[in-house]
C-alpha cells in the first residue's frame, strides 16, 4: 500500500514541477512576444486551424468569424491584452485607388489595374500609417 501511494505522489510532483515549467515558459514567451500583433495570444489565435480569428493585412482589420456565411463582425480591442487595436485603413485603401490611381472600382471593373501593393500590407506600411 505505502509503495503505491509514494508511486503516486512522486507522479503528483513530477506533474507540478512539469506542468509549472511549461507556465514559465508560456510566461517568458508572452513576455518577450515582440508583434507583430499586440499579444502572443491573439498571435497564436490567428495562426489557428480554425480560422475563429482573422487579420486581413490589406486593410489593417482584426475580426471574429463565428459563421462561415456571415463574414466577421469587427473589433477595436484585442479580446485577450485589452489594447487598443489600429484602426482599420478600408476607407482610405478606397480612397487612395480612387485620389492617386483614379480606380473607382477597385474590386471590381478596375481590379487589374490595383497595384501588387495594395494587395498587402505593402501600401500603407510604405506610407507609415
Ligand atoms: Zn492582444
Redesign the pocket.
Known sequence: MDNKNDWFEQYQRDRDEWLRKIDEKVEEERRNYAGP???L??DRGLQSERKILQYDKKYREYSINLSRSKGGFLFDY?P????KLPESLRKLWFNILEQEYHLEFPLSLDKKKVPAEFQTDEWWKKRGL
Request: charged share 10%; hydrophobic share 20%.
Open positions: 500583433h499586440c499579444c495570444t491573439m484585442c485577450f491584452c485589452g489594447k
